[in-house]
Nanobody, 127 residues
Framework: QVQLVESGGGLVQAGGSLRLSCAAS????????MGWFRRAPGKEREAVAG????????YYTDSVKGRFTISRDNAKNTVYLQMNNLKPEDTAVYYC????????????????????WGQGTQVTVSS
């Protein structure tokens, strides 16, 4: 049974930092894309960042480029999202997700390609 468990959310002031973790279990994720998505109050869920587990190739949405960093630790089967210089507009529930195995060159952020989702972790940035 595949499980994705997020942790690391919380309340932080604008300009602060948080690191989200996503512990994955239940299968190997080589050649999968691991993604972070978020849903802000009253808005649609949006893609934030993704990483191909095998190659480390990454994707970032424009609004987080230069502030967020996605990484993975193969030994711990864990994906991280380091979030720096947080802004109030980053307030959302953040979800970790994983695709089925794809090409190592692929980093997809198309939600329909994600088979597994975590329960979400709340990030609140105060101004």
């Amino acid at each position: 049974q595949v499980q994705l468990v997020e942790s690391g959310g919380g309340l932080v002031q604008a300009g602060g930092s948080l690191r989200l973790s996503c512990a994955a279990s239940g299968r190997t994720f080589s050649s999968s894309t691991m993604g972070w998505f978020r849903r802000a109050p009253g808005k649609e869920r949006e893609a934030v960042a993704g990483i191909n587990w095998s190659t480390g190739r990454t994707y970032y949405t424009d609004s987080v480029k230069g502030r967020f960093t996605i990484s993975r630790d193969n030994a711990k089967n864990t994906v991280y999202l380091q979030m720096n210089n947080l802004k109030p507009e980053d307030t959302a529930v953040y979800y970790c997700a994983a695709t089925r195995p794809l090409s190592p060159s692929v980093v997809t952020m198309i939600e329909s390609r994600y088979d597994y989702w975590g329960q979400g972790t709340q990030v609140t940035v105060s101004s």
